[in-house]
């Protein structure tokens, strides 16, 4: 299992994941960055010009496709399928991930932003507990 990890001061790099250090969080955080940040090809029906629905180009459907969602303000109904589309995203990573709970969290820095979504994702990788935090 490869995790990403800080090499400089705004600088990063993928690494192997040492089972016997108790790292495990990092790990698991950076399987769930690389499945919501990697793109996926927009639904035709969401975005029609072929070009423009974008698609991770040695496999369209990788990731969760959460950039299209992000090009338009984030109302309810937004929101709500980008919950979805994680948490979606997230259940395809099984068995590595099972038991997927996908929560916004609202605190008082972001209540009424429009363009600001934080995620709790809770579950289980590889039977372990895990609780991570995502901003969208």
């Given at each position: 299992m490869l995790k990403l990890v800080q090499t400089d001061w705004g600088r990063f790099?993928?690494?192997f994941d040492d089972p016997?250090?108790?790292?495990?969080?990092?790990?698991?955080?950076?399987l769930i960055y690389g499945v919501l940040f990697t793109d996926a090809e927009?639904?035709?029906g969401r975005v029609a010009d072929g070009f423009d629905r974008r698609g991770w180009w040695a496999q369209a459907q990788a990731?969760?496709?959460?950039?299209?969602?992000r090009r338009q303000t984030l109302n309810s109904n937004a929101r709500r399928e980008a919950l979805n589309m994680v948490r979606t995203a997230l259940t395809e990573q099984a068995p590595a991930l099972t038991g997927i709970e996908v929560q916004e969290v609202v605190?008082?820095?972001s209540a009424g932003n429009v363009s600001s979504v934080s995620l709790e994702v809770?579950?289980?990788h590889n039977g372990r507990k895990f609780i991570v935090k995502a901003p969208l």
């Open positions: 790099d993928l690494a016997s250090l108790d790292d495990a969080d990092a790990a698991v955080a950076t927009a639904p035709a990731g969760s496709g959460l950039w299209h969602v605190s008082q820095d809770s579950g289980f």
